[in-house]
């Protein structure tokens, strides 16, 4: 996969988009031969030329890397048509990496490398998606092992209903939008988890992230999912551990215990002798198995309480 750049291959080896692949080799060719380091030695100028140039190659002759590239090179051109003023954190770089923006006096290294892209003019009136948007969301245990529905409020660039969108009103600049079409609102989505659904796995949800520009469509929403500490259990794949203290009393005569449970709360049967660590295997009372109705297993682990004497 083509790594995130600020570099235009295109414009380093001298093309465009259109350039048939044997063209683009005997291009890299003119210029690995210009700029090689055996016909120029001593210059670090050439040297990083070069490097620069083989770089642009290897991408753009390499189907996969070129697409890869030319989609990103694509989110880069649209990024630089959306609106700028009042975006929130996470919505100011575009997707794949790309956009850092330099710093008050222009010294990034993205203006000063060798064939550094210049901006490419945009049409305000094209179509744009809107942004992708990824978030971290937190979920309690319970949910994550049988699945559930939870409400989850974020914020998103939306359409500006004042002047629906066009950022005119008549013939003046919508005061709303400020001509840009979009305002950041906050929207509470409700997300359903599946159940069993591992930890750190990512929900994508469709045509819930940013609202496109002049009609075009809305990106996705991406969450990942954060299990909360839970008091009592702990998720070992699909099953569930919960560590439950008993008395000596308990331990050595054996009896009844109602513990809790995933779903609430289930009598189990303590033998007689149990000893400290010893685990009881519950079947079918611990997380979801592959999104499905089967389930792991709850493994009690008994402590015991020693008595005061």
Not at 6 to 17: E, H, P
Not at 103 to 109: I, K, M, R, V, Y
Not at 216 to 232: A, D, Q, V
Request: hydrophobic residues 30%; contains cysteine; charged residues 30%.
């Amino acid at each position: 996969m083509a790594q995130p750049t600020n570099r235009d291959y295109y414009k380093i080896l001298g093309i465009t988009a259109k350039t048939p692949k044997k063209d683009i080799k005997k291009k890299y060719r003119e210029l690995a031969k210009k700029y090689h380091p055996d016909t120029n030695q001593g210059s670090k100028e050439a040297e990083d030329k070069f490097k620069i140039v083989s770089e642009a190659y290897e991408v753009l002759s390499n189907a996969l890397k070129r697409k890869e590239y030319d989609r990103q090179r694509s989110y880069k051109a649209q990024w630089r048509a959306q609106p700028s003023g009042g975006r929130p954190a996470w919505d100011r770089e575009p997707p794949g990496g790309f956009g850092r923006r330099p710093p008050p006096g222009g010294n990034e290294q993205y203006y000063q490398e060798p064939f550094a892209a210049e901006p490419e003019p945009v049409d305000p009136n094209m179509p744009t998606s809107g942004f992708d948007l990824q978030f971290i969301i937190d979920v309690p245990l319970p949910i994550v092992a049988l699945g559930g529905v939870i409400p989850y409020s974020y914020e998103k660039y939306v359409k500006c209903q004042d002047c629906d969108g066009s950022g005119m009103q008549g013939d003046d600049e919508c005061p709303v939008c400020q001509g840009k079409q979009l305002i950041v609102r906050s929207v509470t989505l409700n997300v359903k988890i599946p159940p069993g659904v591992a930890n750190q796995y990512t929900l994508a949800i469709i045509k819930e992230g940013g609202e496109g520009k002049n009609g075009g469509p809305p990106g996705e929403l991406f969450l990942k999912i954060n299990t909360l500490p839970h008091p009592k259990f702990k998720r070992i794949k699909n099953d569930i551990i919960s560590e439950v203290i008993i008395s000596r009393k308990l331990a050595d005569e054996g009896g009844t215990l109602i513990v809790e449970t995933l779903n609430g709360s289930k009598t189990i049967q303590v033998e007689e002798g149990t000893l400290i660590g010893e685990e009881l295997l519950i079947p079918g009372e611990g997380a979801a198995i592959s999104w499905g109705k089967k389930r792991g297993a709850l493994i009690i682990k008994f402590n015991i309480e020693e008595d005061d004497s």
